[in-house]
Nanobody, 114 residues
């Protein structure tokens, strides 16, 4: 049984910062990638950042230079450091792991006030 749980969301003023955490438990076979998605009201879910087991990182253009994804293998955690937040970053943020199937957390709300 694989479980994924996000935390760290909240309300922040534009220009501020938040750090999201994702805790994963259970046995994941053939782990291929880990990442953060977000879904804003009225929008499609989009990939924000991803990191491979080997450390290869990719970001959406909209967050490059502002967000940083990282991983702590010993703690089975991944993180998303979000800086210089904008109102358009407001969304539910989801942690996702890809193994032999896809595993999703329940999401954590990030609201950026302008």
């Amino acid at each position: 049984q694989v479980q994924v749980q996000e935390s760290g969301g909240g309300l922040v003023q534009a220009g501020g910062s938040l750090r999201l955490s994702c805790a994963a438990s259970g046995r994941i076979f053939r782990l291929l990638a880990m990442g953060w998605y977000r879904q804003a009201p009225g929008k499609e879910r989009e990939l924000v950042a991803s990191i491979s087991p080997g450390g290869t990182i990719a970001y959406a253009d909209s967050v490059k230079g502002r967000f940083t994804i990282s991983r702590d293998n010993a703690k089975n955690m991944i993180y998303l450091q979000m800086n210089r937040l904008k109102a358009e970053d407001t969304a539910v943020y989801y942690c996702q792991l890809t193994g032999r199937s896809d595993y999703w957390g329940q999401g954590t709300q990030v609201t950026v006030s302008s």
